[in-house]
């Protein structure tokens, strides 16, 4: 059914269809909305037999989620920037105690300072904790990928996240399918747990486990994000004879078969990407765009499949790994292991930075043309940079650098 609706309340919806039994949270903008629609259907008995229970903490509703998924529950929780690194040990928790619980993360800035717009620093973060990570483009998307995420974690034991960008697309409103109960249904069988805990049954979880074991309990972690990598595309071919429409897989190409340039990217700057690739191909540039779906497990042999034919390629993220440049980029290397090509990273967007058409068809044009810096941070106010820079050769009490750049830019820090 085709529903005018916020990204927040359709992710919410979907979450129902799916039939969770527990759900726990702790608001966090810009989450906060998911939240709020489950527990107002839980409090007016739209989504039956399902407990939403009050926290204390983001630490706290991933405990009560893990808890709640040893028991043998359908399990959700959702998150964002701070709420996820606040959760972080219980995070790890859950992917090394092979649950499969279901968190929607809506991505946001990590501060300091602080920053409540989006950028992907948050997901990146725990991008080792042994979580599948899935990228939502669209709305559209990001409602689909829920319904495949609990089916995914379910086979496999193990928990997924779903990463939507924040604001971009938890409160945009738009139009969405909103599949029916039935449709579900028919995607998603009723939770059967791998382990749960059973009074008659008594095992302990979460043991102490010496070097003796180690290794290989984390080689499993590793071995099942490997066979994720096999069920992710078959998932997503279901799910398309199901409701009729692709979402999902592990990477999605756009005008790349006969590319000489290509951007690899994930998220909802995909759409802004494919637009201006439609405008520079009408100019007769050959470049295209390869989205991420899956982050981990990451798609090495399809990326490399979709990218060696290509003379160049830009990686363009959303985060910043701090002294070295690009976190994906690092990824598309490894894929690309003696593949001889050009590589560029690109950091935008960071803060909720827009990153606009004129933006991207400016530095896709010096990529093309090979003028461009392996890393680049787009739309970069060096002029500013320079001045704090500056200011602290000059004086030892230089002051606090956000402060200092607000100031020099003429911003007045809001009072809180």
């Not at 996820?84 to 929607?104: C, H, K, W």
């Not at 939507?164 to 009723?190: C, K, N, W, Y």
């Not at 999902?248 to 494919?274: F, H, K, N, P």
Request: one cysteine or more.
């Amino acid at each position: 059914m085709l529903k005018q609706i916020e990204g927040s309340r359709a992710v919410a919806e979907a979450v129902a269809l799916c039939r969770p039994e527990v759900i726990c949270a702790y608001p966090i903008s810009p989450q906060t909305h998911i939240v709020e629609a489950l527990g107002e259907m839980c409090r007016t008995g739209a989504l039956p037999g399902c407990e939403f229970i009050n926290v204390e903490s983001e630490f706290a509703a991933m405990s009560v989620a893990i808890g709640a998924s040893a028991a043998g529950a359908r399990s959700y929780t959702a998150t964002a920037s701070q709420g996820l690194l606040f959760m972080a040990e219980a995070v790890f928790n859950a992917s090394g105690l092979g649950l499969p619980i279901v968190m929607t993360v809506a991505n946001r800035a990590i501060g300091a300072p602080i920053n409540i717009w989006n950028d992907h620093s948050d997901s990146m973060s725990m991008r080792d904790c042994g979580w599948i990570q899935l990228f939502a483009e669209t709305n559209q998307e990001a409602l689909d990928l829920h319904i495949q995420a609990f089916r995914l974690a379910e086979e496999l034991s193990l928990p997924v996240m779903v990463c939507m960008d924040g604001f971009i697309l938890t409160h945009a409103v738009e139009r969405v399918d909103m599949p029916s109960l039935e449709q579900v249904r028919a995607f998603l069988p009723p939770y059967v747990p791998r382990q749960v805990l059973d009074p008659a049954e008594p095992v302990s979880i979460g043991a102490m486990v010496g070097p003796e074991a180690f290794m290989e309990v984390r080689y499993l972690a590793h071995a099942k994000q490997i066979q994720a990598l096999g069920l992710i595309p078959e998932f997503a071919a279901d799910f398309r004879k199901t409701f009729g429409r692709d979402s999902g897989g592990l990477v999605r190409a756009y005008r790349c078969d006969d590319a000489e340039t290509i951007v690899v990217a994930l998220g909802s700057v995909v759409g802004t990407i494919q637009d201006v690739v439609d405008e520079m191909r009408e100019g007769g540039v050959k470049i295209g765009v390869l989205a991420i779906k899956s982050f981990r497990p990451f798609p090495l042999v399809e990326v490399r499949e979709i990218l060696q034919h290509a003379r160049r390629v830009v990686v363009l993220e959303k985060t910043l790994a701090v002294g070295i440049g690009g976190v994906m980029s690092m990824n598309v290397r490894m894929a690309l292991t003696q593949v001889a090509l050009k590589g560029y990273t690109v950091i935008a967007g960071l803060g909720g930075r827009p990153i606009t058409k004129a933006s991207l068809h400016r530095l896709f044009a010096d990529a093309h043309a090979d003028r461009l810096e392996h890393l680049t941070f787009l739309d970069l106010d060096r002029k500013v940079v320079e001045r704090v820079l500056d200011r602290e050769r000059e004086t030892r009490r230089s002051g606090p650098i956000a402060e200092n750049i607000l100031r020099d830019l003429g911003v007045v820090a809001a009072r809180i």
